[in-house]
T-cell receptor
Framework: GENVEQHPSTLSVQEGDSAVIKCTYSDSASNYFPWYKQELGKRPQLIIDIRSNVGEKKDQRIAVTLNKTAKHFSLHITETQPEDSAVYFCAASLTTDSWGKLQFGAGTQVVVTP | DSGVTQTPKHLITATGQRVTLRCSPRSGDLSVYWYQQSLDQGLQFLIQYYNGEERAKGNILERFSAQQFPDLHSELNLSSLELGDSALYFC????????????FGPGTRLTVL
């Protein structure tokens, strides 16, 4: 089955700096890669996603890149702000139709210090 | 607010007991997913239902079962509870299947004493 590894487990950055979180997946057939942000005690919320036919996607300060050959994808947050502090989860979906599970990484605790 | 609702918010019970968690998906969403989030683990997929039928299964214990009703709300039943079942249980919904955006509910925090 699909296995997703996420690094680092914690990340401390100064406000205004960039943050990068990397994930690797095991199944080359995986085709959908969402990223979720979870604040303490809250629900996970989708912040960006990418599909296997796209190499990069950007939404304001957030971008995701996908390298299918190397089987890894990364989340980039630029100009970090204190409100970016949260746990970020990557996920990968192996599905040839609409039925299948999202395999989540273990999460990255991001702390943005003013 | 994602539009997904879950009840109850908190549940405290004893080992050996049985509980039912309830989830109402966003209006128009046909798929419901259940996830377990323990302190030392990430989000673990339990099960997916689509329009009343089970479609995908994760590492769901035999003591756990779920169903989706004709009005599309879903219930997760946990029986013979153990201390290790203490966790946050999230429900998510999507329009169709797994590669549609999944919107998470606020979760039910289960504490087994």
């Amino acid at each position: 089955g699909e296995n997703v590894e996420q690094h680092p487990s914690t990340l401390s950055v100064q406000e205004g700096d960039s943050a990068v979180i990397k994930c690797t997946y095991s199944d080359s057939a995986s085709n959908y890669f969402p990223w979720y942000k979870q604040e303490l005690g809250k629900r996970p919320q989708l912040i960006i996603d990418i599909r296997s036919n796209v190499g990069e996607k950007k939404d304001q300060r957030i971008a995701v890149t996908l390298n299918k050959t190397a089987k890894h994808f990364s989340l980039h947050i630029t100009e970090t702000q204190p409100e970016d502090s949260a746990v970020y989860f990557c996920a990968a979906s192996l599905t040839t139709d609409s039925w299948g599970k999202l395999q989540f990484g273990a999460g990255t605790q991001v702390v943005v210090t003013p | 607010d994602s539009g997904v609702t879950q009840t109850p918010k908190h549940l405290i019970t004893a080992t050996g007991q049985r509980v039912t968690l309830r989830c109402s998906p966003r209006s128009g969403d046909l798929s419901v997913y259940w996830y377990q989030q323990s302190l030392d683990q990430g989000l673990q997929f339990l099960i997916q239902y689509y329009n009343g039928e089970e479609r995908a299964k994760g590492n769901i214990l035999e003591r756990f079962s779920a169903q989706q009703f004709p009005d599309l709300h879903s219930e997760l039943n946990l029986s013979s509870l153990e201390l290790g079942d203490s966790a946050l249980y999230f429900c998510a919904s999507s329009v169709l299947g797994t590669t549609d955006t999944q919107y998470f509910g606020p979760g039910t925090r289960l504490t087994v004493l």
